[in-house]
């Protein structure tokens, strides 16, 4: 099962030094790095189950959610769907969260090729990550694949690694039914900084224990905390797997799916980059004119 033994523990006397700071994040990158590098080698054999709406389920159920209504991407709208076999457990932690007086809202979802293509691309997004990197090595510009690594734990730049893309994700973020105020975890969805992995020392107390009381609810159904982004739950894939020490295959991997006949089709080559090298410097250079560099 997967541990946080070996994250790394600052000093309690500098927990704003910039120098601990950037070790933090660039330890916390590369464990998560070590971790997608398991999931590309771990054993999936797609289920092809198909889909269900978590809005439509919510509904019919009677549990109070909400949904982001932003758009992912450009002009593509967020898919808030999820594997059938996954949705009654989404369905069960949001009636537990408005039992306990809170909203579970759903950030996002089921992201195709497409969307996770340009996901990768967008620019605010890009260029955070990117800010991070340049900040991470010195104040200059890293090589191209630095930002390659960072961006494969922090938007998954290859199918088998993105557990949206295999419908078996969600991002989510949790408010009060009282006041609609936010459970506030250190940062808003979505961020990209050293206060992104979920146990982060660069955050309050009390917004560690909101990170980890949320968590709690969403793995008491399985669902499963990706340790470096605070947002990002998963169930029955192969990062589900090593996080809970699961040795047999996963059921779900990446897929497309058709919503006209909810059926889903496995990707040929699921562990090739999304973004190649290529692309990204490509990406790299057009940050760099953005921000007038």
């Not at 030094?17 to 070590?34: H, N």
């Not at 909400?66 to 457990?89: A, C, E």
């Not at 459970?183 to 990209?192: A, D």
Request: net charge negative; hydrophobic share 40%.
């Amino acid at each position: 099962m997967w541990t946080f033994a070996a994250a790394w523990k600052p000093s309690m006397n500098t927990p704003n030094d910039d120098a601990a700071r950037r070790a933090y994040w660039a330890e916390q990158m590369q464990l998560g790095y070590d971790l997608a590098q398991q999931m590309i080698a771990f054993d999936v054999r797609e289920c092809g189950e198909g889909f269900a709406s978590i809005c439509d389920e919510a509904d019919e159920a009677g549990v109070e959610m909400l949904f982001s209504d932003t758009k992912i991407v450009g002009d593509l709208d967020r898919v808030f769907y999820i594997r059938k076999g996954l949705v009654g457990d989404v369905i069960a932690i949001g009636k537990a969260m408005n039992e306990r007086g809170w909203i579970l809202k759903i950030e996002d979802g089921y992201r195709s090729l497409e969307m996770q293509t340009r996901l990768g691309r967008k620019p605010d997004l890009f260029d955070a990550i990117l800010k991070k990197c340049i900040w991470e090595n010195g104040g200059e510009m890293p090589d191209v694949e630095l930002v390659f690594r960072r961006a494969l734990v922090l938007i998954a730049n290859i199918p088998k690694n993105g557990t949206h893309m295999s419908g078996s994700a969600i991002d989510i973020s949790v408010f009060r039914r009282d006041d609609g105020s936010e459970v506030w975890r250190g940062k808003p969805y979505l961020e990209m900084s050293e206060l992104t992995p979920m146990r982060s020392p660069f955050i309050s107390e009390q917004e560690l224990q909101n990170r980890l009381d949320i968590t709690a609810m969403m793995e008491a159904r399985g669902f499963m905390h990706f340790p470096y982004e605070f947002w990002h739950y998963n169930k029955g894939d192969a990062l589900g797997h090593i996080l809970t020490g699961l040795p047999a295959p996963a059921r779900y991997g990446a897929v497309h799916w058709d919503p006209t006949t909810n059926t889903v089709t496995a990707y040929d080559d699921p562990v090739s980059p999304i973004n190649p090298l290529n692309v990204l410097e490509k990406e790299i250079a057009a940050a760099m004119q953005r921000a007038g560099a």
